[in-house]
């Protein structure tokens, strides 16, 4: 016998065992996790393996007298722990990761188009010993492309049951109900050696052709699709259309949606006042408390629109080759092209963004555009710019009648942003995230209609991870700052704003901010404006409001009065750069599974928000 | 005759014979199908010239040029698109 090979160990007895815990495992692209929805329907967790990025999704199959776990793991092309995701799905696979019990049985889903190729890992899941049912999923396409296999002879070769299914159609799964039922152990059989990734893929062919599989033929739809979609001329010309629609979208409609949940939960908050008599807890429970709730639930409109338009563009087949298309453009600043969707979206809201950069499979380079993201000039951002273009640079055309100096301002905060991410992202990737050991490799799957069940599930589950584990800490800051402007308590009642704690720590941070140019007032803009930065304008206006000498003035008279030009310019640079925002921390801490990389993220930007704003009030009194 | 792969136009056939990068990444490149001995063809450039797809085993990769050029292959002459399949 050839000594590379080796026969898989007997456990039988396992093999009467009852099933509680279910692996799910196979390829990327095999279509796993549509079957994983058809399995479990919407009984689904979410979480993160601790310590590390993997998402770890859980769901429940119902069987006629018992449920059983599905444990659904990264997708895999071998199970050598090369790669994080490879290091979960071994730990899981062989009982060592904590929280998740040691599965009973695996189910390997296998692209039956690709059989050839996907069929390696067969040999390292087979090799664990125990029971498993190899699913060749997309079986009605390999049909309907003329493909074949003899489902009997492959199930002999390798010892184990094989069923033809298809999770878009939800056909063929009821085998995967029967196998659960009754579970067993493999057959000895002979095996490559499995850390060998060439041996595997030799042994997969020979099995694969030993059971008369018969490829489809090419998807003549994809070739010729792509003739026209990576064209020279059209392909960039669609790219643009394609990310504009997307970007004009999250902009144009996710935007006036979260106003105008933001004013319907406001207005249900101002209707319910008068139910409320004491004043203290109708604060707490309607400033406090119905605030912070609305603070998560208005970025949802936006995280739902984004994901509608990811999940489109990622299960037709088109995200991969918009990827293809900006990496050479990515490239330049040490990201690739799968960056670039999740940066566009962050022009909207970066909370949405570092979500989608999920898509971006290398590590490091997705941490670098999450870490990168915040930079991008978000739509909170605006209201404080505009504010304070329109106080202190007075109109006047710039270049002809193209553009008038507000415009121009407008537009060069703009570029700062983009600058600070460009620069920020050049010295991540020639430091901490150097990527030397992973080269850009990008798999262009065949296109697909994508299915309203698939975009749709994909929702409910980001719109539940946002809510649950980001809204929590959200949640807990709104509540945190309105904690500090409501107290300490007056005779029972909430103090007047510039009596309040966050009034006291405004005083308290002044000296610090004296050299941008800013007075304790715009201290406690900052300090507030820390659960999202718009809130810094109505911060503004509460304070103005009530000081008896700029009360009757507007808020733009009245820090007219109060704020130096070069003070303005330096606030508005501050604005650029710094980390206003919880809930990007909240995200960056759910997706980086760490409170590490958000505190680096937030010293780092206000660091540098402190430093700019230092040197442009510097520079302008200098010239005054 | 032997070349890198970098240097195959779009219906190029060829098979690898040597993969010359780290360790790391060789690992990363097995996994899609790009060791010696595989058979490879050059699909399509993407518009702006890089990366470049390569088709192995029915499936669709692409590679930076700069990944590319450091595997080396032995082109296939006479075989065209059409005679794959």
Same mark, same amino acid.
């Given at each position: 016998m050839n000594p590379l090979l080796q026969t898989v160990p007997s456990s @039988? @007895?396992?093999?009467q065992q009852r099933i509680l815990t279910v692996a799910l495992i196979g390829p990327p692209n095999s279509g796993k996790t549509t079957l994983f929805n058809r399995l479990t329907k919407l009984r689904q967790k979410v979480g993160n393996y601790p310590g590390i990025t993997v998402e770890q999704h859980t769901g429940v199959m119902a069987l006629p007298d018992q449920e059983v776990t599905i444990v659904d793991l990264p997708g895999v092309y071998s199970l050598n722990p090369y790669s994080e995701d490879e290091r979960v799905a071994v730990s899981v696979l062989n009982g060592n990761m904590d929280g998740v019990p040691g599965p009973d049985a695996v189910l390997l889903v296998l692209d039956a188009t690709n059989l050839t190729r996907q069929l390696s890992l067969a040999a390292p899941v087979i090799a664990l010993g125990l029971p498993t049912l190899a699913l060749l999923n997309m079986g009605d396409l390999l049909a309907k492309r003329s493909g074949s296999i003899d489902a009997v002879k492959l199930a002999g070769d390798l010892g184990i049951p094989v069923a033809i299914v298809s999770a878009t159609m939800g056909t063929g799964l009821d085998a995967v109900g029967r196998f659960l039922q009754q579970a067993n152990s493999p057959s000895p059989t002979t095996l490559p050696i499995v850390q060998d990734v060439r041996e595997c893929r030799k042994w997969a062919a020979r099995i694969a052709s030993e059971s008369d599989y018969r490829p489809p033929l090419p998807p003549a739809w994809t070739r010729r699709l792509d003739d026209i979609v990576l064209h020279k001329f059209w392909g960039p010309l669609l790219f643009i259309i394609v990310v504009g629609a997307v970007f004009q979208t999250v902009f144009g409609l996710g935007q006036p949606l979260s106003n105008a949940l933001q004013n319907l939960l406001a207005r249900m908050g101002q209707e319910a006042a008068?139910?409320?008599?004491?004043g203290f807890l109708r604060s707490l429970l309607l400033d406090g408390i119905w605030k912070g709730v609305g603070s998560v639930l208005v970025f949802l409109p936006q995280i739902l629109v984004l994901f509608l338009f990811i999940g489109l563009l990622e299960d037709s087949g088109y995200l991969a080759r918009a990827a293809l298309i900006a990496d050479r453009t990515m490239s330049m600043v040490g990201l690739n092209g799968k960056a670039f969707i999740p940066l566009l979206s962050a022009y909207a809201c970066a909370v949405p963004a570092i979500m989608a950069s999920r898509t971006i499979e290398n590590k490091r380079d997705r941490l670098a555009t999450i870490l990168i993201a915040p930079f991008m000039t978000c739509s909170a951002r605006l209201p404080i710019y505009t504010l304070l273009i329109a106080a202190f640079i007075p109109e006047r055309p710039v270049v002809g009648f193209l553009m008038g100096s507000r415009a121009l301002a407008m537009l060069l905060l703009y570029v700062l942003g983009f600058a600070a991410a460009i620069g920020t992202a050049k010295i991540l990737k020639s430091s901490v995230l150097k990527s030397t050991p992973a080269p850009f490799v990008l798999e262009l799957p065949e296109y697909r209609w994508p299915t309203f069940r698939t975009v749709g599930l994909r929702l409910m589950d980001r719109g539940r991870v946002f809510v649950q584990q980001a809204g929590t800490v959200i949640l807990f800051v709104s509540l945190l700052v309105w904690g500090l402007t409501n107290l300490p308590l007056h005779q029972g009642h909430p103090p007047e704003l510039e009596n309040s704690v966050v009034a006291q720590l405004g005083h308290f941070i002044e000296p610090a901010i004296r050299p941008l140019g800013f007075n304790w007032k715009i201290g406690v803009g900052l300090l507030t404006s820390v659960? @999202?930065?718009?809130v810094i304008v109505g911060t503004l206006g509460t304070l103005y409001g009530r000081d008896p000498q700029t009360q009757s003035a507007s808020l733009q008279v009245a820090l007219q009065h109060d704020l130096t030009f070069s003070g303005a310019m330096a606030l508005l640079v501050f604005f650029a750069f710094a980390m206003q925002c919880a809930s990007t921390l909240a995200v960056v801490r759910r997706e980086t599974n760490s409170w590490m990389w958000p505190a680096i993220q937030f010293f780092y930007m206000t660091g540098l928000a402190f430093l700019a704003a230092l040197f442009v009030h510097g520079i302008l009194s200098a010239m005054n | 005759m032997r070349v890198r792969l970098s240097d195959l136009q779009p219906g190029d056939i060829a098979v690898i014979e040597?993969?010359?990068?780290s360790e790391a990444e060789r690992q990363l490149l097995m996994r899609f199908g790009f060791f010696d001995g595989a058979e490879v063809r050059c699909s399509r450039r993407a518009p702006l010239g890089d990366p470049v797809v390569y088709s192995l085993d029915g499936s669709e990769i692409a590679l930076r040029t700069e990944t590319a050029c450091r595997i080396f292959a032995w082109r296939v002459d006479g075989q065209t698109h059409e005679q794959m399949r």
């Open positions: @039988a @007895a396992r093999s008068p139910l409320i008599a004491n659960v @999202a930065r718009e | 040597d993969v010359a990068l």
